[in-house]
């Protein structure tokens, strides 16, 4: 048996991004065809293809070690398991929508019948909330039954609001949840320190991932002058590299910063009398 049994969405959202993060993390997940289980004999992990709804089960059961799935699925689940990261892809909002002009808080839901295909995750929070009201379990397209008449509102996943939108309906009251893609494991601790080690092995690598999706590389030189002032900007995760530059009173400086910072941190370092200033990616890191 492999040392890491691993849960990973078969369709929908969630599917493809996890599957790219594990390639970027290093293990070969490559499905040629249909096929539910995939080995990955080099990492020493199998791979099986479930519903992204039942990922939860297999995990929270401790048939499989590890998963991913959403928070939003997971809260649904009868069956706990236990987040272990958080990964940054799959994010949506699951909201209360109704017609414009209708039910406008949550309070107002109180006797009235709910679409969803959430009904766990929807009643604990009613229950919350102290409302009672009637659930409609659908399948999905849950949009639609407020038009049918099956429903007086519903409680569904948005991430764009386009749907809502063609469908007519506005979002009302705060968030249920916000949810993105999780790595999941049992509540119990693993059989084997085998499984131990390769979960560990496992958590690094994504976190590794996630890094370098978030941060950039910054490398500059710097009139040493100024650098006192250049590392308040760029004070890295730990601290920034410096190295001597062949010009004297010049340093080079490298640092890593969140990506969504890099313009305005280069606009200060220019600022501050720092030159050359290159910004790169990262493919992946440990830290
Ligand atoms: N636009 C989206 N629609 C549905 N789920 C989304 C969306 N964006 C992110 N998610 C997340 O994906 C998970 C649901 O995945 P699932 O595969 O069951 O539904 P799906 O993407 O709607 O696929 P399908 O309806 O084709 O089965 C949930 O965790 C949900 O929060
Ligand atoms: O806010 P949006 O970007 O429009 O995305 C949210 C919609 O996407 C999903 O529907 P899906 O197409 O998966 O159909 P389903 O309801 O049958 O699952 C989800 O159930 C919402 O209806
Ligand atoms: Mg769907």
């Known amino acids: ?21 594990l390639a970027e993390a290093g293990y070969r997940v490559n499905r040629s065809g249909r096929e539910l289980i995939v080995a990955d004999p ?26 991913i ?8 689940s009868t069956v706990s398991a236990k987040e272990i990261l958080s990964l940054g892809f799959g994010r949506a909002a699951f909201y209360f929508a109704g017609k414009p002009g209708g039910i406008s808080d949550a309070a107002g839901l109180a006797g009235k019948r709910i679409a969803t295909s959430y009904p766990k995750l929807v009643q604990e929070h009613l229950a919350e909330l102290g409302i009672e009201a009637h659930l409609v379990r659908l399948d999905g397209a849950v949009e639609t039954a407020v038009e049918l008449g099956v429903a007086d509102a519903i409680a569904d996943v948005v991430e764009t609001g386009t749907t809502l939108r063609t469908s007519g309906l506005q979002t009302f009251g705060d968030p249920i949840l916000k949810s993105e893609a999780v790595l999941i494991q ?4 693993a059989d084997t320190q085998q499984t131990v080690d390769a979960v560990e092995v496992l958590t690094r690598r994504l976190q590794g991932v996630l890094i ?19 590392f308040k ?14 010009r004297e009173g010049w340093v080079a400086v490298r640092s890593l910063v969140p990506r969504d910072h890099a313009p305005r941190v280069m606009d200060e ?19």
Request: charged share 20%; net charge negative.
């Open 186 to 189: 049992g509540e119990q601790v």
């Open 212 to 230: 370098a999706r978030r941060y950039v590389i910054l490398d500059f030189d710097c009139p040493v002058a100024a650098q006192e002032e250049a």
């Open 69 to 76: 799935t959403g928070r939003d699925l997971l809260r649904d």
């Open 269 to 287: 370092l220019w600022r501050v009398g720092a030159r050359a200033i290159l910004v790169s990616s990262l493919d992946t890191c440990r830290i």
């Open 1 to 21: 048996m492999a040392a890491l049994r691993f849960a990973l969405p078969n369709k929908g959202s969630l599917s493809a991004p996890a599957a790219q993060m």
């Open 42 to 67: 080099a990492n020493d992990v199998q791979f099986f293809f479930l519903r992204p709804r039942d990922i939860a089960v297999y995990v929270g059961e401790g048939s499989l070690d590890v998963g």
């Open 233 to 246: 900007l760029v004070p890295g995760i730990e601290a920034p590299t410096v190295s001597p530059l062949a």
